[in-house]
């Protein structure tokens, strides 16, 4: 089944995919002594008496002031960190050069794989530094230029506002499509007429964490929260999710609430119609890990059938013929298996294996009657193709070792596109003929980068427990392990993520000046299945950061790099690993940087939909002991007092409403008032900005800052 959300989704994984002009591979300058930082005055941070009681022991939190993101006091704050951190970063010599040659990096076309609607093809396009890419189209069969179709640069005159997800009517006369403004994770969505691209109807708002999905020509479903009432929107609790029908032409006021709300609870939401306009199909979720799947008539208002009734299971609907209906699950199968059923009794006992499970994690796509199952091999892709009876046609042969995707399509299509890309090979699109088999390249970035100058491997080391765990190294080719070597040591290591192999421009400034990346694959991720994914949830979160740990030791053991030329980087959950690490080993590297990190590990469930997150990490109010587990980690308040900590540079965006800034706030105000040493220690808040830099010139500003920080407190001198 085609996903109309793939190419948005596949285009943010272009956007830092290659460059345009000759590395030159010069012996950077090393410093043989390491700078002697001085210590730094910050903005004082206001401590106010407040404690919290968790089964009976209190806990102050001096900072909760500063999870009042409108407060006057806040702002003020926030304006103070800033002077201090640009004042610094401004000072650095190299950093405009730096920035000047991510710049060069990034200037080259990039083009997204072309999926099709109604009579015409789209596809995504950059020209080089622009901050949005631009849907274009061409009429299928037509020999004329592509057309602009929609341009998100035109949405904001600051490029804060984006492009977010598309949905077309299956005759393609219809798009539905959302925006993001500043970066924020609530929506608006318009829809407009596709040959006359004149808006059709009232701009739906309020819309958060949704697809949109189609029913016929008349309307579409999409999900959201009720808005805070109190507080902040950007921060407050968001609870019940719902499932709503617009029809057009009507207010959204008078939308249909189909699912959902308080009296059937669930965080997280989704509704889409099947290809062939029968069936409606529901996923309903409590937290980010199982769900449940229902599916009635796409006429009727009955009850809903259960496809799965089981929370503690991840399944999903991925193709129909008729009543018979294909699923992926990890019931019985934590690698994940493919399995039919006729929906006229769907219970357990009535699946039947289509493709079992094997010894590597699942993902299923399919397309032009065909089934393509996308295996995780030690985290890179192989693809196989199988008719519907899960018979193998083929093992699809990849340009070579990396990560492809978009292997899905429409049951009428012949042909589709996907991508592949590794460390060292950009994001190509290909063309896939379904019944040959053969793939036709489509579209190559035209850029002067020559990838044998570079190395990428993949280790297997051992954690603290034993376990093995692999880590793909990418470096330029005759570094010398001298310990001396910029190491950049990125993960993530949550929420059944996989981190797989991908190419970016903008690392190659990194690389291209002898530094080192490091990939590890952590536990707690999805790249060997659910069991995998558990070994790093909740009372065995302590797993991944060993996992992290023991990979910047076989760095160094290994001679790679020293405590002194390491950075440990991660965003988000990675934002938490980082904290987390550098609290219980703060010699382990010279810098840190922690990115939007969940960093209050006792109140993340209390700010927008982190109680979906439990499920990962459980809840101060679980029991004692979760509480103790939780507290024992959590960055927020792992910092002790008289401790030198690594140079860091936490950073944050003010419109991040999925983990909220005051995580990052309280973190920084915390390791300010803690840190005993001469690296600095500051956070970097970046303004019209969410989870994620919304345009390219902010991912270029950001990428640039941090590459400074890292080199400019390693005591290293780049040859710009």
């Known amino acids: 089944m085609k996903n109309q959300f793939l190419p948005l989704l596949f ?81 650095i010599p190299f950093r405009e050069s730096l920035k000047k040659r991510i710049n060069e990096l990034l200037d080259y076309e990039k083009v997204s794989a072309p999926f099709k609607e109604g009579n015409y093809e789209y596809f995504y396009k950059n020209d080089g530094l622009q901050d949005h890419s631009i849907c274009y189209r061409s ?160 006429d009727s208002d009955g009850e809903f059938k259960y496809l799965d009734d089981d929370y503690t299971s991840d399944t999903s609907y991925e193709e129909n013929n008729g009543t018979t209906f294909f699923l992926s699950t990890n019931i019985d199968a934590p690698n994940y298996r493919l399995v039919s059923v006729n929906i006229k009794d769907p219970s357990k006992a009535n699946w039947k294996d289509v493709i079992p499970e094997t010894e590597n994690v699942l993902r299923v796509g399919t397309g032009g009657g065909y089934i393509f199952a996308n295996y995780l091999v030690d985290a890179k892709t192989a693809v196989k193709q199988y008719n519907m009876k899960g018979e193998l046609v083929r093992d699809i042969e990849l340009p070579g070792i990396g990560s492809a995707g978009g292997f899905g399509a429409k049951k009428s299509d012949k042909d589709f596109y996907y991508g592949f890309s590794s460390f060292l090979f950009p994001n190509t699109i ?71 192999p991908r190419f970016s421009a903008s690392r190659l400034a990194w690389l291209e000046q002898g530094g080192v990346y490091a990939q590890p694959n952590l536990r707690g991720g999805g790249e060997y299945g659910e069991k995998w994914h558990k070994a790093g949830t909740q009372m065995q979160k302590q797993n991944v950061f060993d996992d992290f740990i023991a990979a910047a030791e076989w760095l160094k053991t290994n001679g790679y790099t020293s405590s002194d030329y390491l950075a440990i980087a991660g965003g988000s959950n990675g934002g938490l690993l980082v904290g987390a690490t550098m609290c219980q080993r703060p010699d382990l590297a010279k810098v840190a940087l922690p990115a939007v990190g969940v960093m209050d590990m006792l109140r993340y469930h209390t700010f927008t939909a982190g109680a979906g997150w439990a499920t990962d990490y459980g809840t101060a109010e679980d029991s004692p002991e979760m509480f103790k587990y939780l507290r024992n980690y959590s960055p927020v308040h792992a910092l ?41 220690v500051m956070i970097r808040i970046q303004t019209n900005a969410g989870h994620g830099s919304v345009s390219l010139s902010q991912r270029i500003d950001l990428t640039a800052d941090l590459y400074s920080f890292c080199w400019e407190n390693m005591g290293y001198t780049p040859s710009f």
């Open 11 to 91: 285009l943010a994984l272009l956007l830092f995919a290659c460059t345009p002009k000759a590395i030159q591979v010069e012996t950077p300058k090393k410093e043989v002594a390491l700078p002697v930082m001085p210590k730094y005055s910050y903005p004082e941070t206001t401590k106010i008496d407040h404690t919290d009681s968790y089964h009976g022991i209190d806990v102050p939190d001096p900072y909760r002031w500063l999870e009042d993101d409108r407060s006057e006091e806040t702002a003020a704050w926030v304006k103070a960190q800033n002077k201090v951190t640009f004042g610094f970063l401004d000072n």
């Open 139 to 298: 009429k299928i069969g037509s020999e004329d230029a592509a057309e602009v179709f929609l341009d998100p640069n035109k949405f904001s005159s600051d490029g804060t506002t984006g492009l977010s997800g598309m949905s077309f009517t299956e005759d393609g006369s219809l798009l539905a499509y959302s925006i993001s403004e500043g970066g924020s994770d609530w929506r608006k969505v318009i829809v407009i007429n596709t040959q006359s691209m004149e808006m059709v109807g009232d701009t739906i708002v309020d819309i958060k964490f949704s697809g949109l999905s189609w029913k016929g020509n008349e309307g579409f479903y999409y999900s959201s929260y009720d808005k805070p009432k109190e507080g902040s929107a950007l921060s407050g609790k968001t609870q019940f999710h719902k499932l709503f029908y617009h029809k057009l032409g009507t207010d959204q006021s008078q939308d249909k609430l189909i699912y959902g709300g308080e009296k059937q609870p669930n965080r997280y939401l989704y509704g889409f119609v099947t290809e062939d306009n029968k069936y409606l199909i529901i996923s309903g979720a409590k937290s980010t890990s199982g769900n449940v799947l229902m599916v009635r008539p796409i």
């Open 430 to 500: 290909y063309k896939y003929d379904i019944e040959s088999g053969t793939s036709t390249l489509h579209v190559q970035p035209k850029i002067d980068f020559d990838p044998n100058l570079f190395e990428t491997k993949q280790i297997f080391y051992s954690s603290k427990d034993g376990t093995k765990v692999p880590m793909f190294i990418t470096h330029k080719k005759g570094i010398k392990m001298d310990g001396k070597n910029p190491t950049y040591l990125y993960a993530y290591g949550g929420f059944n993520i996989s981190l797989t």
């Open 640 to 680: 002790k007092k008289g401790t030198a900590y690594p140079a860091t540079l936490v950073t944050t965006a003010d419109h991040d409403d999925r983990v909220v800034p005051a995580h990052s706030f309280k973190f920084a105000a915390t390791l300010q008032e803690m840190h005993d040493g001469p690296n600095p």
